[in-house]
C-alpha cells in the first residue's frame, strides 16, 4: 500500500512577555503546508515494513512585541520507519501468536532567520519503541472469534527512556451481527517525571445482517491518546492520521445501510455521523485578563458528517464524505470534503473480506 497524504494548517495566538508596556504584548499567526507520502509492503510471509516522510513549509508573522514586526519562513521535517516481524505464527483460532515491532521518528520545525531576531528558532521531537505483542485467539461457538492481545516494551522518546503497556480485545460474533474492540495504552514508568501518556478507548458494532449489509450501528468512545500517529498511518493510512491526534476525549456514533450494487458485484453503503470532541487546548494567556492567565482551556466541537462508501469485490473501494464542524471557542464553523480510494493488490478477495480489510 503506498499513498501520500497532504495537510493545511493555520493558527493564531496571544502573547503577553509579562513586563509593563504595550511592546511586551502582541499576536502570533502561522501555516504550514506539508506533505506525507507513505508506504507500507511485507517482506515474505512474517515480516512488514513501513515508511513515512514528511515536508512542509509555510510562514510566521508577529505583531506587537516592539517596533519591529518580523516575519519568517518555517518548514517541517519528519521520517518515520518502522518493522513488524512475527515470531510465532497463531494460524486459525485457538493458534497462540507473538511478534516484535519496532519503530522510529524524528521531526523538526524550524523558523528561519527574520529581521529583529539574529538566530533561527528550533523545535525538534524523536521517538524509538522496541515492543513484544502476543495474541490468542479462540473461538467462542457459532463461528464467533475472541482475541485478546498484549503489547510491553521500551521506549525513548523525548521525556526519556519509558516502559509502554497496551493491549485489546476483539470480538467478532459471525451469527449475530455484533463486533466488540476495547484497546488502551499507558505509560507505566517514565525517566521525566510529571510526563503522563495514556488512552482507552473501543468500538461497537452491529450487523445483524452481516457482510456489511442491511442496518449497521457502531459506537466509538476514545479517551487520550490511544495510538501515535505512525501507529495509524501504519495500520489504516493516510485516514488514521485524522483520528485521536490529540489527549482528548471523542465519542462517534454512525447509522448506515449496505445494498447490494447491480449484479451484485459490490456493496454501496450511504451512512450518517455524529461526533462529540473535547480536546485540551494550550495554556491560555490574556492581557485583558490577568487572573485568568496560563490557565488551560478545552476545545469543544460537534461533528456531523454525511458520506457514502462503496466497496467492490475486485479489491477497490471509495468513500466520498460532507461534513461540518461547529467549534465551541471559535464563532466561524469549519466544512470538509473528503474523498479516500483504495485497491488492494493482493489478488481475487471475497467481498466481505475486502470490506473488512478497509
Given at each position: 500500500?503506498?499513498?501520500v497524504a497532504v495537510t493545511y494548517s493555520s493558527g493564531a495566538g496571544s502573547f503577553d512577555i509579562g513586563r509593563p508596556g504595550q511592546d511586551d504584548v502582541g499576536e502570533l499567526s502561522t501555516n504550514l503546508t506539508s506533505a506525507f507520502p507513505y508506504a507500507r509492503f511485507t517482506i515474505g510471509d512474517r515480516l512488514l515494513a513501513y515508511s513515512v516522510l514528511g515536508y512542509g513549509s509555510g510562514s510566521m508573522s508577529l505583531e506587537g512585541g516592539g517596533e519591529e514586526e518580523p516575519d519568517s519562513d518555517i518548514t517541517m521535517r519528519m521520517a518515520g520507519l518502522g518493522l513488524k516481524g512475527d515470531l510465532i505464527d497463531g494460524g486459525e483460532p485457538g493458534g497462540f501468536s507473538l511478534a516484535l515491532r519496532s519503530d522510529a521518528l524524528v521531526a523538526r520545525v524550524i523558523s528561519e532567520e527574520a529581521e529583529g531576531r539574529k538566530s533561527e528558532l528550533e523545535a525538534d521531537a524523536s521517538r524509538v519503541r522496541l515492543l513484544l505483542?502476543?495474541?490468542q485467539a479462540f473461538a467462542a461457538g457459532e463461528g464467533s472469534v475472541l482475541k485478546p492481545q498484549l503489547r510491553a516494551g521500551m521506549r525513548h522518546d523525548d521525556e526519556g527512556f519509558g516502559l509502554e503497556v497496551g493491549g485489546s480485545v476483539n470480538f467478532h460474533g459471525t451469527s449475530s451481527g455484533l463486533n466488540l474492540t476495547i484497546h488502551g495504552r499507558t505509560l507505566v514508568a517514565q525517566a521525566e517525571e510529571g510526563y503522563d501518556e495514556w488512552g482507552f478507548g473501543g468500538m461497537i458494532l452491529f450487523n445483524p445482517g452481516g457482510d456489511s449489509r442491511g442496518l449497521s450501528l457502531s459506537v466509538t468512545p476514545i479517551f487520550g491518546s490511544t495510538a501515535s500517529g505512525i501507529s495509524r498511518l501504519w495500520a489504516r493510512g493516510a485516514t488514521g492520521m485524522a483520528g485521536d491526534l490529540y489527549?482528548?476525549?471523542?465519542?462517534?456514533?454512525?447509522?448506515?445501510?449496505?445494498v447490494a450494487t447491480p449484479e451484485g458485484r459490490g456493496i454501496f453503503t450511504p451512512y450518517a455521523r455524529m461526533a462529540l470532541t473535547r480536546q485540551p487546548g494550550a495554556t491560555h494567556s490574556s492581557v485583558h485578563d490577568p487572573i485568568s492567565q496560563h490557565s488551560p482551556v478545552s476545545h469543544d466541537?460537534?461533528?456531523?458528517?454525511l458520506g457514502g462508501r462503496l466497496a467492490l469485490a475486485g479489491g477497490l473501494s471509495a468513500n466520498i464524505e460532507a461534513g461540518r464542524s461547529d467549534w465551541m471557542f471559535s464563532a466561524h464553523p469549519t466544512n470538509s470534503a473528503?474523498?479516500?480510494?483504495?485497491?488492494?493488490?493482493?489478488?481475487?478477495?471475497?467481498?466481505?473480506a475486502c470490506h473488512r480489510r478497509r
Open positions: 500500500m503506498t499513498g505483542e502476543a495474541s489527549d482528548g476525549r471523542r465519542v462517534s456514533a454512525e447509522v448506515g445501510y449496505g466541537a460537534y461533528t456531523y458528517r473528503t474523498l479516500n480510494l483504495s485497491l488492494s493488490l493482493y489478488g481475487n478477495l471475497r467481498l466481505p
